[in-house]
């Protein structure tokens, strides 16, 4: 597989999960790839010694520290903008510092960094956000500030497409679904209740998700950008 081959590429949260599963897909690809982890360490040295990837340790939450790890990555190819954390109960109950930290790592960390990844992209450059299809739907309580956080990745792509079209930098969310992950595993208690609304009534593999990562990243889509790339296997239709 060389359809990345050349490509220098970012990783935000690639420590676990969705994240570490790109970066075994793009430097299967042939890409050059470092990624960022916060608190897991062992995880995050693993995958690098297993893939020959970079590991960055970079809190998402601390803007000074993402924006310097974004720059000292200098001219990217590619940026995924994976981490996040999904705080989910009864919005009269939650803590209020812990939406206000998920908001800083869904939010304003995925902001900050692909502006700052702009600065020195290279033209025909790609920024990929993974966002959740529950930005487009919602079907059970308890996960409104969650969702606010994936349906501000919308607005962010759409403008961000137009200020940076220009030089040919596309810039899209991954909408997934339900996928195999700590987050959301897929033998958690509210897997059947989430397959009951899915018209593929299993939970994604984290490598599926990668897998239109490196579609995106590669060189047949050129065009798609300013897009709502939903992985789903029909959770929102
Ligand atoms: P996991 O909890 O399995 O992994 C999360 C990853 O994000 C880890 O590598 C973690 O690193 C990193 N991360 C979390 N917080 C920070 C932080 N403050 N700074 C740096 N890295 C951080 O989650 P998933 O793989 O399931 O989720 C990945 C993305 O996909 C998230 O944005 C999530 O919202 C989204 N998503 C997931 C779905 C699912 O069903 N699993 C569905 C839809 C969207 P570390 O542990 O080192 O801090």
Redesign the pocket.
């Known amino acids: 597989m060389t359809d990345l081959a050349g490509k220098t590429v970012l990783v ?10 790109i970066v075994r897909r793009f430097v299967a690809g042939g890409a050059k790839v470092s ?7 062992a ?2 040295l693993a995958i690098a010694a297993e893939t020959g990837a970079e590991a960055i ?6 803007r000074d520290a ?1 924006v310097a790890t974004v720059a000292g990555a200098g001219a990217l190819d590619v940026i995924v ?6 705080l989910m109960g009864d919005p009269l109950t939650l803590d209020p510092d812990a939406v206000d ?1 998920m908001i ?3 939010v304003r ?1 995925p902001y900050h960094a692909a502006v700052e990844a702009a600065r020195k992209m290279n033209d025909g450059g790609r920024i990929i956000v ?5 930005g487009d739907r919602i079907p059970f309580p308890g996960v409104t500030a ?1 969702t606010m ?2 349906s501000a990745m919308q607005g962010m792509v759409r403008g961000l497409a137009r200020d940076f079209g220009p030089r040919g930098i596309t810039v899209n969310v991954i ?10 595993p897929a033998d958690g208690p509210m897997a059947d209740l989430m397959h009951t609304t899915m018209a593929i009534k299993r ?2 593999r ?1 490598d599926e ?1 990668a897998e239109y990562a490196a579609y995106l990243a590669g060189p047949h889509a050129a065009m798609i950008t300013g897009a709502l790339q939903t992985i ?1 296997g029909g959770f929102g239709a």
């Not at 990624?35 to 360490?41: I, P, Q, V």
């Not at 997934?176 to 987050?183: A, L, R, Y």
Request: no cysteine; hydrophobic share 35%; proline share 3%.
């Open positions: 935000l949260g690639g420590s676990r999960g969705i994240g570490a599963a990624f960022t982890y916060s608190g897991s360490e995880a995050a340790k970079t809190d998402s939450a601390d993402l903008i994976n981490a996040g954390i999904a930290r800083d790592i869904n960390a993974i966002g959740s299809v529950n969650y956080t994936k909408q997934p679904g339900p996928t195999d992950s700590d987050m959301n939970h994604a984290a998700i789903d």
